[in-house]
C-alpha cells in the first residue's frame, strides 16, 4: 500500500518535472501541460501554478545591469595582482604536501630531539647557575656546599685542595657581602666562620705543597693573595670598622712563601669583641659605626689592610698583630696613653709575656685604672683566643673623653685616676654581657699545623 | 603561439604591449576550469562571467539587501579562486561546487550578522534605497520582500529546492549535487515544495 502510493507520488513528481521543462522552455503554459495529463490535472495544478508563480518573479533576483561585467573584471584585476591572491596552485597549505612522508617524519624527528636537547641544557644551566648565586639561608646553598665537598672529593693533591680552598673561601667572602647587602645578617656567623676553616684548609694545604715544591707553595699563595684581596677590602669598606690583625699563625705560614719583592698576603683576621649598646654609651657617637653589629653579641670585623710582617717572611713568628684602630668603647682606660699600640703597629718579633685579663675574670666595673697594668707598647697581644677577650667592658663614666677612631687622637686624662668620677646612677651604662668569645680561629679537624 | 597546459587551444603572444584576449567564451567549462588552476585569472573571469548571475540569484533569495547579495557572490568567487587547485571535475559539477561555497558564504554571513544584532539600520536602509529610479528601485524591492516572505514560510530544505531549480535554474541533477541528493529526490522534493508554497500563495 504504502509502495503503491510512494510510487504514484514519484510518477506524478516525473510528470511534474517534464511539465516544467516545458513551461520553463517556453513550449507550453500551465493549462496547455495540465491539457497533456488530465488524469492528474488536479495533483499538477498546484505545484505548477507555484512554479509559474516563481518563474515570473525571477527577473526580480537578477543582479543591476553591469555587475556581473564589472565585478568580473575586478576580481580578474584581484587575481592578477601581485600579494593579493595568490594563483590557486601556489596555496600555502600544499607547501609541505610536496616533502615525502620519509623526509618530513625526519624533520620532525630532528626538531624533537632539538627541542628537547635545548630544554635540558637550558634547564641544567639555569640551575647550576642559581646554585652557584645562591647565598646561606637559601633553599639550594646546600646543594652548593654539597658541589663543593663532591669537587674536593676529585682533587687528588694538595695543590688541588689548595686552589679549591681558596675559591670556596673567595665564595664565602662575597656571599657576607651579599648577605649585608640583602639584610640577612643571621647568617653572617656561619658565614664567616665557614671563610675561616677554608683559609685553615688552604692553609694547610699550601704547607703540604711546600714539602715537596716550594715554587709552587709560593704560586699558590700569591694567587691567594691575588683572589682574596680585592673582595676582602670591598667587604672591609663595607663594614667599616676596625683594622685587626690576622691569625698570626696562617698569615706567618702564607707570607713564607710569598716571594720576595712581591705584595705580603693581607692580614686577614677576626677578633670577638663585645660592642656594648649604644644606649649604654654614651660616647657611642664617637665611635666608628659598622654597617651591622650584633647587640649583645661579639662583632666580628676584619680588614684588608695589608700588615707588614717582619721583614723576611720566612722569619716571621706566629703573632698577632695589634689592632691599629680598636673600637673606642672596647678599649680599656690606659695610664699611658702614649703607650697604646697604636704607636707601634708592627710587631715585634719576641713577644714579651704580658698578663692579659681574661674574660672570664673581668675587673669589677669601679676598678680604677690605675689598677689594670697597661700593656706596654711592645706588649703584643698573646696569639690565643684569650686576646679577643682583651677589650673588657667596663663602666666608663660617660664623661670620661673616650678615644676617637684613630687611638693616637685620645686625650689623655688630666686628672689622677684616682679621681676619674663615678658615673651617675641615671648615666650608668648597663654592664656590658659578658663578651660572647666565639672561637673563630678553631679550625675544623684539617686546621693547619 | 603557445598552448596552455590542459587546453587544446592555441593563443597568439603579446605583442607590443597589447594582449591578444582569447576567446574564452568559446572554451568548454572544462578548459576553462584547468586553465585557471594554472594562474589564469582570465580563464576563471570567463567562468565567473557564465555563473554570477545565477549564484547572485541564490545569494539574494536568501537576503534583503542587494549589495550585500552582491558583495556575497564576490566573495564566492573568491574563495572558489583560492581553492581552486583542491577541485577535482570528477567529483560535483562546478556548478555545484560554487554553490556549495555560496552555502558556507551565506552562513558566514549570517554569523556575523547574528553577532552584530542581525537588524539594519535606518541609515542602511536609505542607502539601500537611494537609486536614480526610485519608483522602480520600490516595485523591486516590494517583489523581492514578497519571494522572501513567502519562502522564509517553507521549511529549509524546500526554500533550497525552489531556490536552486526556479530561480537560479539548475537542472534537478545539479540541485541534487548542491543538496547531496539523488535527482529522483530532487524532483519528489520539489513537488512537495511547490506544493508547499501553493497553499500559501493567495493566486
Redesign the interface.
Known amino acids: 500500500m504504502v509502495s503503491k502510493s510512494a510510487h504514484k507520488q514519484e510518477r506524478i513528481s516525473a510528470i511534474l518535472n517534464r511539465c516544467l521543462d516545458l513551461i520553463e522552455s517556453g513550449a507550453g503554459t500551465v493549462e496547455s501541460v495540465i491539457a497533456l495529463y488530465p488524469e492528474f490535472g488536479e495533483a499538477l495544478r498546484p505545484p505548477l501554478e507555484a512554479a509559474q508563480w516563481l518563474f515570473n518573479r525571477s527577473e526580480v533576483l537578477n543582479p543591476r545591469p553591469g555587475f556581473v561585467k564589472l565585478s568580473r573584471q575586478r576580481l580578474v584585476d584581484r587575481f592578477q595582482s601581485p600579494g593579493s591572491y595568490s594563483a590557486p596552485g601556489s596555496l600555502g597549505r600544499g607547501r609541505f604536501t610536496s616533502i615525502s612522508l620519509e623526509r618530513r617524519l625526519v624533520i620532525q624527528y630532528s626538531a624533537l630531539l632539538t627541542l628537547t636537547a635545548v630544554l635540558l641544557f637550558v634547564g641544567y644551566t639555569s640551575t647550576a647557575f642559581i646554585v652557584q648565586r645562591s647565598i646561606p639561608g637559601d633553599p639550594l646553598y646546600q646543594l652548593k656546599l654539597a658541589q663543593e665537598d663532591y669537587r674536593l672529593a676529585l682533587s687528588r693533591d694538595d695543590a688541588g685542595d689548595a686552589y679549591l680552598r681558596i675559591e670556596y673561601a673567595h665564595q664565602r667572602l662575597i656571599e657576607m657581602q651579599k648577605l649585608i647587602e640583602a639584610g640577612r645578617q643571621i647568617y653572617l656567623d656561619e658565614t664567616l666562620e665557614d671563610f675561616v676553616y677554608q683559609m685553615n684548609a688552604a692553609s694547610t694545604a699550601i704547607a703540604g705543597v711546600a714539602l715537596s715544591d716550594q715554587d709552587k707553595a709560593s704560586q699558590i699563595s700569591s694567587f691567594l693573595t691575588a683572589t682574596l684581596s680585592a673582595p676582602i677590602r670591598s667587604l672591609a669598606g663595607v663594614l667599616d670598622v676596625a683594622v685587626y690583625a690576622a691569625d698570626p699563625a696562617v698569615l706567618a705560614l702564607l707570607n713564607a712563601f710569598v716571594p720576595q719583592g712581591t705584595q705580603p698576603v693581607p692580614a686577614v683576621a677576626w677578633v670577638v669583641t663585645s660592642t656594648p649598646s649604644p644606649t649604654a654609651t654614651p660616647a657611642a657617637t664617637l665611635t666608628p659605626t659598622p654597617l651591622f653589629s650584633f647587640v649583645n653579641t661579639p662583632t666580628v670585623a676584619f680588614s684588608a689592610t695589608s700588615t707588614s710582617t717582619t721583614s723576611s717572611g720566612s722569619a716571621a713568628q706566629p703573632t698577632r698583630v695589634p689592632s691599629s684602630t680598636p673600637p673606642p668603647t672596647q678599649a680599656p682606660p690606659r695610664r699611658e696613653p702614649t703607650l697604646q699600640p697604636t704607636s707601634t703597629p708592627r710587631p715585634r718579633s719576641q713577644p714579651t709575656a704580658t698578663p692579659t685579663p681574661k674574660a672570664s675574670d673581668p675587673p669589677p666595673p669601679t676598678a680604677a685604672p690605675t689598677d689594670t697594668p697597661a700593656p706596654p707598647p711592645s706588649s703584643t697581644p698573646q696569639p690565643t683566643s684569650q686576646a679577643t677577650s682583651t677589650p673588657l667592658p667596663t663602666k666608663e663614666p660617660t664623661n670620661t673623653p673616650l678615644p676617637t677612631k684613630a687611638p693616637t687622637s685620645t686625650p689623655l686624662p688630666t686628672k689622677p685616676p684616682t679621681n676619674t668620677p663615678q658615673p651617675q646612677p641615671t648615666d650608668e651604662p648597663e654592664p656590658t654581657p659578658e663578651p660572647t668569645v666565639r672561637n673563630w680561629k678553631t679550625p675544623k679537624p684539617t686546621s693547619f699545623p | 603561439m603557445f598552448n596552455v597546459k590542459g587546453c587544446n587551444k592555441t593563443f597568439e603572444p603579446s605583442f607590443l604591449g597589447v594582449k591578444d584576449m582569447p576567446a574564452w567564451q568559446d572554451s568548454e567549462e572544462s578548459e576553462l576550469i584547468e586553465i ?4 589564469e ?2 580563464a ?2 570567463e567562468l ?2 557564465r555563473y ?2 545565477i549564484v ?2 541564490f545569494i ?2 536568501n537576503l534583503n539587501d ?1 549589495f550585500d ?2 558583495d556575497l ?2 566573495e564566492v ?2 574563495r572558489a ?5 583542491n577541485y577535482r571535475q570528477k567529483g560535483v559539477p562546478f556548478l555545484a561546487y560554487l554553490f556549495k561555497i555560496a552555502r558556507n558564504v551565506l552562513i558566514d554571513f549570517y554569523r556575523r550578522a547574528g553577532r552584530s544584532g542581525g537588524h539594519m539600520s535606518i541609515e542602511d536602509k536609505q542607502i539601500t534605497d537611494f537609486n536614480p529610479d526610485p519608483g522602480e528601485t520600490a516595485i ?1 524591492n516590494i ?2 520582500q ?2 522572501r516572505n513567502t519562502l522564509t514560510e517553507l521549511r529549509e530544505d524546500y526554500r533550497t529546492v ?1 531556490v536552486l531549480r ?2 537560479s ?1 539548475l537542472s ?1 541533477e545539479e540541485t541534487g549535487a548542491v543538496m547531496g541528493r539523488t535527482p ?1 529526490a530532487v ?2 522534493l ?2 512537495r515544495a ?2 508547499a ?3 500559501r ?1 493567495d ?1
Not at chain 2, 81 to 85: I, Q, T
Request: charged share 25%; aromatic share 14%; no cysteine.
Open positions: 585557471a588552476k594554472g594562474g585569472a582570465d576563471f573571469g565567473y562571467r554570477a548571475k547572485f540569484r539574494y533569495a542587494r547579495a552582491e557572490t564576490e568567487f573568491l579562486w583560492r581553492s581552486l587547485s523591486l517583489e523581492h514578497e519571494i525552489l526556479f530561480l535554474g534537478p529522483g524532483r519528489i520539489q513537488h511547490l506544493s508554497l501553493r497553499s500563495l493566486i
